[in-house]
């Protein structure tokens, strides 16, 4: 789909009823659709008022002529792609859809029209019979975003258009199913018919040849010749900036704070000199061209010339020069021995390192910064965030910046200047603080990345970011280390900012709708993730009786530590009440509940890093090797990536861990 369409003469009628309901700001409308007032549905009631504490969530909105409030299309976009897990193509032609004026924006009242006719799951709709007017203009919206899903100039359908759209409802669930039910006389819920298994004698025999019957199909399809493959070509656009880095800078041990971009579409700087872009007299097709305001960083994403991605750039970029040097060094020592931020004779070396800055002040004002620009952005996360592969999955951390630093430089860094941020998403599946001798730095450095990179960082919400829990660690909590750190009546600000900023993340994180990512585990399995998304987008506490289940479950509890029979189902946990160990079972029937294939989880420390579990439908991730300085375990991380066969391949990567004089035993995280 290309962008936005220029009106012709033919296409000036719109269609009546969203037409009518944009020329009356959709305010009778909303009412007269059961949005509002008396509904023969309060469901659609309750799902509109979620929807307006969803708008009222979104932060930096543009304003319309009227002064109204408005969403641009990269907003919308990102935001559907994160909260309903939508293909972002799909999205663009739902947000066309609504924008009837084709402003390139839509109100609250066009949200909230948008989110119940276009959003996932569409089995919602309001009984037509209840109400007509609504079915007539749902029907309208649904059919005006399959044009805009598959016009090439938003003006018409073209013959290769026409196909991809027949092709993409022919492989929908209910063509299926009336193919399988009425032409070919298969029971979709069952594996055998009346005539028993269908072995491959019998496929052979009795049903390819008759697949060109009355269903229409054709074996030939099985391998997709290039006329095919045209129809599932995703559309190209030319990104506008150019990053320019040049060879001093290539070569030399400096890297660039200042993130050197050009407008690719004007022209590019190297140095003093000009390099013109384009051919004499070229034009950019518009199909080409990006929606202005649309960045590969994500719609959420600050200015560039913003205060706090000056900050975000900054940290980033030392951390870089930091992790290449430390996998440069032939000596390894534990994070507890170096650079050490809390002791009373030394300055905090690795902070100052970081912000590239000795002034403490500074460095608790710009570390302020980024805590409540993390607020901004994890409001306007769903519970359970939708990720993309490929990814790199991070476990507990707890403090151990060193390690952290180790991994980002021997495994890939997330920057866009040499790093692979672009095309790879990176989660950090919680328990940042506690216990380590660098937490303020850890979490400056992953706050600087959700700020730099909001649509490709995950911080999911681990066990330790409750401020309860983390302060019954005692003089190992964040609280006492930021104390030391920064001074106790000078960090209380910062401390506060950065719970703030906890209490809004997610619990969890699916990649490519096939990889759960949380921290402790499933608990009982009674629940589901549409049970983990509905939970309140502010937490405190995960042991409030008024809350549901689910969320201590998914922060605290453990899968047992066998496969063997006796470990099967739900079992009490040393932890305490409401916090189970779950089986191998347990496990397998919560994937196939939820369309799961694979369960990434942390909370506990494991010997190599990562371990195996419940007949592989489960790993626990740690990624803090010597953990607490105490154990002789290694820290891993996980990237998943497709292969050549089109797989998620799941891959550790480890950190090696150090020998110590004697190893302690394990504490409970």
Same mark, same amino acid.
């Given at each position: 789909?290309?962008?936005?369409?220029?009106?012709? /003469?033919?296409?000036?009628?719109?269609?009546?009823?969203?037409?009518?309901?944009?020329?009356?700001?959709?305010? !009778?409308?909303?009412?007269?659709?059961?949005?509002?007032?008396?509904?023969?549905?309060?469901?659609?009631?309750?799902?509109?008022?979620?929807?307006?504490?969803?708008?009222?969530?979104?932060?930096? +909105?543009?304003?319309?002529?009227?002064?109204?409030?408005?969403?641009?299309?990269?907003?919308?976009?990102?935001?559907?792609?994160?909260?309903?897990?939508?293909?972002?193509?799909?999205?663009?032609?739902?947000?066309?859809?609504?924008?009837?004026?084709?402003?390139?924006?839509?109100?609250?009242?066009?949200?909230?029209?948008?989110?119940?006719?276009?959003?996932?799951?569409?089995?919602?709709?309001? !009984?037509?019979?209840?109400?007509?007017?609504?079915?007539?203009?749902?029907?309208?919206?649904?059919?005006?975003?399959?044009?805009?899903?598959?016009?090439?100039?938003?003006?018409?359908?073209?013959?290769?258009?026409?196909?991809?759209?027949?092709?993409?409802?022919?492989?929908?669930?209910?063509?299926?199913?009336?193919?399988?039910?009425?032409?070919?006389?298969?029971?979709?819920?069952? !594996?055998?018919?009346?005539?028993?298994?269908?072995?491959?004698?019998?496929?052979?025999?009795?049903?390819? /040849?008759?697949?060109?019957?009355?269903?229409?199909?054709?074996?030939?399809?099985?391998?997709?010749?290039?006329?095919?493959?045209?129809?599932?070509?995703?559309?190209?656009?030319?990104?506008p900036r150019c990053h320019v880095l040049s060879v001093e800078d290539s070569r030399g041990g400096s890297v660039p704070v200042g993130d050197d971009e050009g407008d690719v579409f004007r022209t590019a700087t190297r140095k003093n000199s000009t390099m013109a872009v384009f051919n004499e007299g070229c034009v950019v097709h518009e199909?080409?061209?990006?929606?202005?305001?649309?960045?590969?960083?994500?719609?959420?994403?600050?200015?560039?010339?913003?205060?706090?991605?000056?900050?975000?750039?900054?940290?980033?970029?030392?951390?870089?020069?930091?992790?290449?040097?430390?996998?440069?060094?032939?000596?390894?020592?534990?994070?507890?021995?170096?650079?050490?931020?809390?002791?009373?004779?030394?300055?905090?070396?690795?902070?100052?390192? +970081?912000?590239?800055? !000795?002034?403490?002040?500074?460095?608790?004002?710009?570390?302020?910064?980024?805590?409540?620009?993390?607020?901004?952005?994890?409001?306007?996360?769903?519970?359970?965030?939708?990720?993309?592969?490929?990814?790199?999955?991070?476990?507990?951390?707890?403090?151990?910046?060193?390690?952290?630093?180790?991994?980002?430089?021997?495994?890939?860094?997330?920057?866009?200047?040499?790093?692979?941020?672009?095309?790879?998403?990176?989660?950090?599946?919680?328990?940042?603080?506690?216990?380590?001798?660098?937490?303020?730095?850890?979490?400056?450095?992953?706050?600087?990345?959700?700020?730099?990179?909001?649509?490709?960082?995950?911080?999911?919400?681990?066990?330790?970011?409750?401020?309860?829990?983390?302060?019954?660690?005692? /003089?190992?909590?964040?609280?006492?280390?930021?104390?030391?750190?920064?001074?106790?009546?000078?960090?209380?600000?910062?401390?506060?900012?950065?719970?703030?900023?906890?209490?809004?993340?997610? %619990?969890?994180?699916?990649?490519?709708?096939?990889?759960?990512?949380?921290?402790?585990?499933?608990?009982?399995?009674?629940?589901?993730?549409?049970?983990?998304?509905?939970?309140?987008?502010?937490?405190?506490?995960?042991?409030?009786?008024?809350?549901?289940?689910?969320?201590?479950?998914?922060?605290?509890?453990?899968?047992?530590?066998?496969?063997?029979?006796?470990?099967?189902?739900?079992?009490?946990?040393?932890?305490?009440?409401?916090?189970?160990?779950?089986?191998?079972?347990?496990?397998?029937?919560?994937?196939?509940?939820?369309?799961?294939?694979?369960?990434?989880?942390?909370?506990?420390?494991?010997?190599?890093?990562?371990?195996?579990?419940?007949?592989?439908?489960?790993?626990? %991730?740690?990624?803090?090797?010597?953990?607490?300085?105490?154990?002789?375990?290694?820290?891993?991380?996980l990237l998943i990536a497709k292969d050549e066969q089109g797989r998620l391949r799941v891959r550790p990567k480890t950190l090696a861990h150090q020998r110590l004089p004697d190893a302690a035993g394990a504490d409970e995280l």
């Amino acid at each position: 789909m290309a962008g936005r369409r220029t009106r012709s /003469p033919e296409s000036v009628d719109e269609i009546p009823q969203v037409a009518r309901a944009r020329e009356m700001d959709l305010t !009778d409308n909303l009412s007269e659709w059961g949005f509002t007032g008396d509904s023969p549905n309060p469901a659609i009631q309750a799902r509109s008022a979620r929807a307006q504490v969803s708008y009222s969530e979104f932060k930096d +909105l543009t304003a319309d002529r009227s002064g109204r409030t408005v969403l641009t299309m990269p907003q919308f976009v990102g935001h559907a792609v994160r909260c309903f897990g939508m293909d972002p193509i799909d999205a663009r032609a739902a947000f066309m859809a609504c924008d009837v004026d084709e402003s390139g924006m839509i109100n609250k009242h066009e949200y909230i029209v948008l989110r119940e006719a276009l959003t996932p799951p569409l089995e919602r709709a309001l !009984d037509n019979a209840a109400c007509p007017a609504w079915a007539e203009a749902q029907a309208e919206l649904r059919a005006r975003a399959l044009f805009f899903r598959y016009s090439s100039d938003g003006v018409r359908l073209t013959a290769v258009n026409r196909a991809q759209l027949v092709q993409r409802l022919g492989a929908g669930v209910h063509h299926v199913t009336t193919l399988l039910d009425r032409h070919l006389g298969w029971d979709r819920s069952a !594996d055998d018919d009346k005539f028993g298994p269908l072995t491959m004698e019998r496929f052979i025999k009795e049903v390819a /040849p008759n697949l060109t019957g009355d269903a229409g199909l054709s074996v030939r399809d099985f391998i997709p010749d290039s006329a095919s493959r045209q129809f599932q070509s995703p559309p190209v656009v030319l990104d506008p900036r150019c990053h320019v880095l040049s060879v001093e800078d290539s070569r030399g041990g400096s890297v660039p704070v200042g993130d050197d971009e050009g407008d690719v579409f004007r022209t590019a700087t190297r140095k003093n000199s000009t390099m013109a872009v384009f051919n004499e007299g070229c034009v950019v097709h518009e199909s080409l061209r990006c929606e202005v305001g649309s960045d590969w960083r994500g719609a959420l994403s600050a200015s560039r010339d913003s205060p706090q991605i000056r900050i975000a750039r900054t940290v980033i970029a030392r951390a870089r020069i930091m992790a290449t040097q430390l996998v440069a060094e032939k000596m390894d020592v534990l994070d507890n021995d170096w650079m050490e931020d809390e002791k009373a004779d030394h300055q905090p070396l690795a902070l100052q390192s +970081l912000f590239d800055t !000795d002034d403490v002040g500074k460095i608790l004002g710009d570390f302020t910064l980024l805590s409540k620009d993390v607020q901004r952005l994890a409001a306007a996360e769903p519970r359970v965030l939708r990720v993309h592969a490929p990814a790199r999955v991070f476990g507990d951390i707890h403090g151990q910046l060193r390690d952290l630093l180790l991994l980002l430089g021997d495994f890939g860094f997330p920057d866009h200047i040499r790093g692979d941020i672009e095309t790879v998403s990176y989660v950090f599946n919680g328990d940042f603080i506690d216990r380590g001798g660098h937490q303020a730095s850890v979490v400056a450095l992953l706050f600087a990345l959700k700020v730099m990179y909001p649509a490709r960082i995950a911080l999911v919400r681990g066990n330790h970011e409750f401020e309860d829990t983390s302060d019954e660690q005692g /003089p190992r909590g964040f609280r006492e280390h930021v104390a030391r750190v920064f001074g106790r009546e000078q960090s209380e600000r910062l401390r506060a900012n950065c719970f703030h900023a906890f209490a809004r993340l997610p %619990l969890a994180a699916v990649i490519d709708d096939a990889v759960l990512v949380l921290h402790g585990g499933i608990g009982t399995g009674e629940w589901g993730l549409d049970d983990l998304a509905a939970v309140p987008p502010v937490l405190q506490t995960a042991f409030d009786p008024r809350l549901p289940p689910c969320i201590a479950q998914a922060l605290w509890s453990d899968p047992t530590d066998s496969d063997a029979d006796m470990a099967w189902g739900v079992h009490s946990n040393d932890r305490g009440e409401g916090i189970p160990c779950f089986g191998p079972d347990v496990t397998e029937s919560f994937c196939a509940a939820n369309g799961i294939q694979l369960i990434i989880r942390s909370h506990q420390w494991v010997e190599c890093g990562f371990k195996i579990m419940h007949r592989g439908r489960l790993i626990t %991730l740690f990624s803090a090797r010597n953990y607490s300085g105490e154990l002789e375990n290694a820290g891993s991380i996980l990237l998943i990536a497709k292969d050549e066969q089109g797989r998620l391949r799941v891959r550790p990567k480890t950190l090696a861990h150090q020998r110590l004089p004697d190893a302690a035993g394990a504490d409970e995280l």
